[in-house]
């Protein structure tokens, strides 16, 4: 018998990249293998999950962690699966527990629900054993910080999820982003695949991390232009509207 630690579930927009507006049920992981400066998401354990009875009532029930597979099936049906586009993995890093939601994602399937990851994209081996049960894979591209470079970790993850239809790709910039790392990022995609979608998104401003200024993003987007093929720009919109 498995079991899945979750911190929250709730029922939302997103907020984020191409499928920004649309509803989803929200199941945030803990834990992560990354600790970039501008993440905004407490991703420690919890000792119990949250989750918000009517959405947006910030009113929660709990339960204790971590959660049998079956039961927390049964909380996820609490939601109108029709009234809801899919279902986000999201974190901390969700694929830091793959061999749990390679076990959990059927059991949603059955019910008729798409399932959408949202990943750092840097751990590539754990995402093999899911690519058949994903609808939709957000990936990150994470710009170099503090010593830590992901290239060869991207290129990899970028060139399976390729396997998924709709896969995008989604870069968080701010005023002290290097011009060698966009380049680096900008090739990167375009020698795998230049039609793979890119979301360019300014950084939402948490302790001393700054946005790019207008003129910046939108320089930014034409050199992206160069060489792939769809390109856009979208800020964190569930932030502007006080959304979880």
Known sequence: ?????????????????????VRQIFLRLPGCNLTCPYCDTFVDKLPRLSMEVIP??????????????????DLLLKFNFVRHHSLSFTGG??????????QFIPLVKEKGLKIYLETNGTLPDR????????????MD?????????FWNEHCRFLIKSKQVKNFFIKIVLSNT??????????ELIADIDP????????????????????RQ????????????????IIPQTHILQGQL
Request: aromatic fraction near 12%.
């Open 127 to 138: 995402l093999d054993s899911l690519l058949p049960l994903l609808d939709i894979i957000s």
């Open 56 to 73: 947006g009532s910030r009113t929660f029930q709990y339960y204790d962690n971590p959660l049998e597979l079956k039961f927390l099936l």
């Open 217 to 232: 993003m939108l320089e930014w987007q034409d050199y992206f232009l160069e060489s792939l093929k769809n390109v856009r």
């Open 1 to 21: 018998m498995l079991y899945l630690p979750i911190n929250e579930i709730f029922s939302s927009i997103q907020g984020e990249g191409p499928y920004v507006g």
């Open 177 to 186: 982003s290097q011009f060698s790392d966009i380049k680096t990022a900008r």
């Open 93 to 102: 890093e969700p694929l830091l527990w793959n061999r749990e939601l390679a």
């Open 141 to 149: 591209i994470k710009l170099p910080f503090n010593g830590q470079v």
């Open 195 to 214: 039609d793979i979608p890119t979301i360019l998104q300014p950084v939402t401003a948490v302790r001393e991390t700054v946005p790019p200024k207008p």
